[in-house]
């Protein structure tokens, strides 16, 4: 049962475009929410978190973007380079408060 | 080094063996995880280590799996009698405190059962 879901498989972007990745969970109990970014045969980076209590949280080029009532998550990179091409996690921790639920990934290409 | 490693980086085996995987979580890191990811979809949760107590197995697929970190420090992930459809990248996780949270990963061993 998914209960983190990122619909999109693939995304492509220009370069110095924006790039915004969706990701959608079931469980309303989740409070936090995590980015992950993933090289291929590299194990996934943390990128940006969000905490329920906040709907935005920013770290320079990258925001995170939470709609509790919509059960709705996004994250926004601006401008998109092309060493931003990667595999993108979203994950939540489940109700034990550490594993981590994780999303299929959405794989994006900044092109040149 | 300054972050989760993991070894061996790939390893093939024949259906039947067994196999040892080896993680070396970030120094200090109270917390530690094991993840299975499987091809092209996200990674899912085996197994979780506060030191050296294993507090949660629930996602281990079989008792084929085990896993021990005996001195709170370095883990090992051991499959018993391999089938093919343990081919999967497992990936390990540390984090600093009980809190959990960010986790950080290791490359991850993919291993090939033929």
């Known amino acids: 049962d998914q209960q983190v879901k990122q619909n999109s498989p693939s995304l492509s972007v220009q370069e110095g475009r924006i790039s915004i990745l969706n990701c959608d969970y079931t469980n309303s109990m989740f409070d936090y929410f995590l980015w992950y970014k993933k090289y291929p045969a590299e194990g996934p980076t943390f990128l940006i978190s969000?905490?329920?209590?906040?709907d935005k949280n920013e770290d320079g080029r990258f925001t995170v973007f939470l709609n509790k009532s919509a059960k709705h998550l996004s994250l926004h990179i601006v401008p998109s380079q092309p060493g931003d091409s990667a595999v993108y996690f979203c994950?939540?921790?489940?109700?034990?408060?550490?594993?981590?639920?994780f999303g299929k990934g959405t794989s994006l290409l900044v092109t040149p | 080094g300054a972050g989760v490693s993991q070894s061996p980086r790939y390893k093939v085996a024949k259906r039947g063996q067994d196999v040892a995987l080896r993680c070396d979580p970030i120094?200090?890191?109270?917390?530690l995880f094991w993840y299975q990811q499987a091809l092209g979809q996200g990674p899912e949760f085996l197994t979780y280590f506060q030191n050296e107590a294993q507090l949660d197995k629930s996602g281990l697929p079989s008792d084929r799996f085990f896993a021990e970190r005996p001195e709170g420090s370095v883990s090992t992930l051991k499959i018993q009698r391999t089938q093919q459809e343990d081919s999967a990248v497992y990936l390990c996780a540390s984090a600093r405190d009980i809190l959990n949270q960010p986790q950080h990963f290791g490359d991850g061993t993919r291993l090939s059962i033929l």
């Open positions: 120094s200090g890191h109270v917390s």
């Open positions: 994950a939540a921790p489940t109700n034990s408060g550490y594993a981590l639920n």
């Open positions: 969000i905490s329920s209590i906040k």
